[in-house]
């Protein structure tokens, strides 16, 4: 039997044992803290005012605790958990549109052959603008291809076009990067025709699911209605023909005011479009001229139907339907294009003799005036030949010198005349001196013909009506008198009784000075109109939609243009003119290169430049 515990023989006469549950933590004053204090609770004593010793130590408890059961979550729990579900929720929603602002399409899978599969892109992973997307494959394979929506306005704005093209060789580094690729320095120059193994066309995208495509008749009829207007695009007796398998579209529309630059671009897009073979349209919906065919004749119609619209891209050049305008054009004619087609061995104009041949290709083909001014034209050419012509027995007919000259907002590129224009008396100069070099040894013994000097003269075209008026060239002859641009002089003598009364006219309107984009913008448009169209420094050419009136105004000064480039390219024996102004250069391209250039009878004043097409 195990040895008792005894306490009969213990000092203390009791012993207190603490029970079970005594709790034993300090009590808040021996621990110099304070206890809650309620007047209403039962527990309210005394105690507080004066310090106790710890209660003493008990026995450790033979059987656990148990833990109090719980009514409900703490408050605190709750708020936290509120406060994650938030969180998490507000962060996919800045995860999901920074995404849609990076223009990045979620994981989608493209078919590279029968055996595997694809999931057609829903509408909602795509953007609802224009824009270069990359894509990736189940495996992190990456392609890159152009989203446009199909129901989206046709053509692009110009900044559209031009945002386009930017963003386009930002997402095709990229995916190069993706793939393991060093992307090209800036000073390397990418071929013009290098073709992007990772580019994927739109055609191609729609096959494979990468851009839902929209099939069938009506969505043709629909595209057709309502997608920009092509110059000879007509529904009737195009039914029966198949979509063109490449095309190169030129919109028309432009931020530069001059008609000059379009010209060159349109004849180079379609000399180029022919070198590709591809089918070739023109686009004039948002034209600041008006209409293509009030001052040319429609271009030649293809035996195909343009493609849909959300196919014709910007870039890459190799698109099967590109879509060519000012706002691209230092892409399609930029520095990779001039490596391309320049010939690199000559240092002399015949270096850009390549590109001067697509410019006359276009020529050829589209600068053909409407009905109303080509007889015109050829009649005002057989009018200044005849007075050139010198009697039967003359050795030599008289010289016809052409003389172009733009004032306005142009200033010439010679260092000295930067800030003003070249004085009239120069191209004066020139003139007399080439009719002097031509024929003081053109009989046929070498000797001069004065008969021939007597019947020369010279024909001008200027945006500035008062150098018809100077001393240099009140002699001279205007190139054509069909459209004429006037001054305020010339106005105001036309009524010249002022105590008539006359309709009201908010102002006179000349032309004085010469060709100005801002007098363009605003032809046609009130004086308080005028004052709105600026907004800051820059000229808001689509705050006003266009009147009738303002649209025939700039169609008369196109056909004007028009008219004193066909007179002075075709009647000349040689031109005069600076090299800064785009109308020079047209005319050595209506002239042909060996007229203008073998030559020599296209003759620059404005510094020692050669012939260039285009200037970025």
């Known amino acids: 039997m195990p040895p008792t515990l005894d306490l009969s023989q213990s000092t203390h006469a009791k012993m207190i044992v603490s029970p079970p549950r005594l709790n034993l933590r300090r009590a808040a004053s021996y621990q110099h803290e304070k206890a809650t204090l309620s007047a209403s609770s039962s527990r309210f004593n005394f105690n507080h005012l004066m310090f106790s010793p710890p209660p003493s130590p008990g026995l450790p408890a033979l059987v656990p605790r148990p833990r109090r059961s719980s009514t409900g979550p703490r408050p605190s729990r709750v708020l936290r958990l509120i406060a994650w579900i938030a969180g998490l929720v507000l962060a996919t929603f800045v995860v999901r549109a920074v995404l849609k602002k990076n223009v990045q399409v979620p994981v989608v899978r493209w078919v590279l052959d029968d055996r595997e599969e694809y999931e057609m892109v829903g509408q909602y992973d795509l953007p609802d603008f224009p824009t270069p997307i990359a894509v990736t494959d189940r495996n992190g394979r990456s392609k890159w291809t152009v989203s446009i929506p199909p129901t989206y306005d046709f053509p692009l704005t110009t900044k559209e076009y031009s945002d386009i093209c930017a963003k386009c060789q930002e997402v095709a580094a990229h995916v190069r990067e993706l793939h393991g690729h060093a992307n090209p320095s800036q000073q ?260 001069e013909d004065v008969v021939a000097k007597q019947h020369s003269f010279a024909i001008v075209a200027s945006d500035d009506p008062d150098v018809y008026e100077t001393e240099e060239f009140s002699g001279s002859m205007r190139a054509q008198e069909q459209i004429k641009l006037a001054s305020k002089q010339h106005i105001q003598k036309a009524n010249p009784d002022k105590t008539v009364m006359h309709k009201f006219v908010d102002e006179t309107f000349g032309w004085e000075g010469g060709f100005f984009a801002s007098m363009f913008w605003n032809l046609g448009r009130t004086t308080i109109n005028n004052a709105n169209a600026l907004v800051g420094d820059e000229l808001q050419t689509t705050a006003l939609r266009p009147s009738a009136e303002t649209m025939r105004l700039r169609g008369l000064i196109g056909r004007a243009y028009a008219l004193d480039l066909a007179v002075l390219g075709q009647a000349s024996d040689a031109v005069i003119c600076t090299m800064s102004a785009m109308g020079c250069r047209l005319l050595a391209v209506i002239m042909g290169w060996e007229k203008a250039m073998d030559e020599g009878r296209w003759v620059n004043i404005d510094g020692d430049y050669q012939w260039t097409a285009l200037s970025f």
């Open 188 to 447: 390397a120059q990418t071929p013009y025709y290098y073709e992007d193994p990772y580019f994927l066309d739109v055609g191609d995208a729609e096959k494979r699911g990468l851009l839902p495509g929209v099939e069938g008749k009506a969505w043709k009829v629909t595209a057709r209605a309502q997608d920009g207007h092509l110059v000879g695009d007509e529904a009737d007796g195009l039914v029966d023909k198949s979509t063109c398998k490449t095309s190169l579209t030129f919109v028309l529309e432009s931020t530069d005011a001059g008609l000059g630059p379009t010209l060159m671009m349109l004849w180079m897009a379609y000399g180029l479009a022919q070198r590709e073979k591809r089918s070739f349209f023109i686009d004039d919906s948002r034209w600041a001229y008006g209409e293509y065919t009030a001052i040319f004749k429609a271009p030649p119609t293809p035996d195909c139907v343009p493609p849909p619209r959300h196919e014709m891209l910007p870039c890459p050049h190799n698109a099967r339907h590109l879509v060519v305008s000012a706002a691209t054009a230092p892409e399609t004619f930029g520095n990779s294009f001039n490596l391309e087609y320049e010939n690199l061995h000559r240092n002399n104009v015949d270096r850009e003799r390549p590109l001067y041949d697509l410019a006359r290709v276009g020529y050829e083909a589209l600068f053909r005036l409407n009905d109303d001014d080509q007889p015109y034209v050829e009649n005002r050419i057989k009018e200044l030949r005849a007075m050139a012509k010198v009697t039967e027995g003359n050795y030599n007919d008289g010289m016809i010198i052409g003389v172009h000259i733009r004032h306005g907002d142009l200033h010439p590129y010679e260092y000295q005349y930067n800030g003003a224009y070249i004085p009239l008396n120069l191209y004066h100069q020139k003139a007399r001196e080439i009719v002097e070099e031509y024929h003081n040894s053109s009989t046929t013994l070498g000797g």
